[in-house]
Nanobody
Framework: VQLQAYGGGLVQAGDSLRLSCTAS????????MAWFRQAPGVEREFVAA????????YYGDSVRGRFTISRDMAKNTVHLQMNSLRPEDTAVYYC????????????????????WGQGTLVTVSS
C-alpha cells in the first residue's frame, strides 16, 4: 500500500486545517488507517485511527474532541480534520495503514502499522 499525505501548512493557534492521505490500495475498504505525528526530539504519537468492520473510532488523548478522522471510500482517501489547533500540535503528521485488522490494544503503537506515508508538516504559531 502506498500512501500520499498532504494538506499541512502554517496556521495560527485556534485555526483549523484538514489533512488528507490517499492510498493506492484498490481494496481500500479492507485497509485499516491511522494518523500519527512526530515533533522534533519526541517519539511518534498516536493521533487517530479506525479499523475495518469496527464502528469505533480511536483518538489520542491530546486530540480527542478537536480532531476528527474520516474516510472517502470513493477516493481511497482518509482525512484528518483538525480544529482549535494549538502550538503543541506542531509536528510532522503521518498516515499509516495495515491490511490485517489490528487488535484494539495495539492501535496506538506505531509498530503495529505496516505502511507509512511520507509525512506532512503542520506548524501552529502562537
Amino acid at each position: 500500500v502506498q500512501l500520499q499525505a498532504y494538506g499541512g501548512g502554517l496556521v495560527q493557534a485556534g485555526d483549523s486545517l484538514r489533512l488528507s492521505c490517499t492510498a493506492s490500495e484498490r481494496t481500500f475498504s479492507l485497509v485499516n488507517m491511522a494518523w500519527f505525528r512526530q515533533a522534533p526530539g519526541v517519539e511518534r504519537e498516536f493521533v487517530a485511527a479506525f479499523r475495518r468492520g469496527d464502528t469505533n473510532i480511536y483518538y489520542g488523548d491530546s486530540v480527542r474532541g478537536r480532531f476528527t478522522i474520516s474516510r472517502d471510500m470513493a477516493k481511497n482517501t482518509v482525512h484528518l480534520q483538525m480544529n482549535s489547533l494549538r502550538p503543541e500540535d506542531t509536528a510532522v503528521y503521518y498516515c499509516a495503514a495495515k491490511i490485517n485488522r489490528p487488535i484494539s490494544s495495539a492501535i496506538a503503537l506505531a509498530d503495529t502499522w505496516n505502511f507509512w506515508g511520507q509525512g506532512t508538516l503542520v506548524t501552529v504559531s502562537s
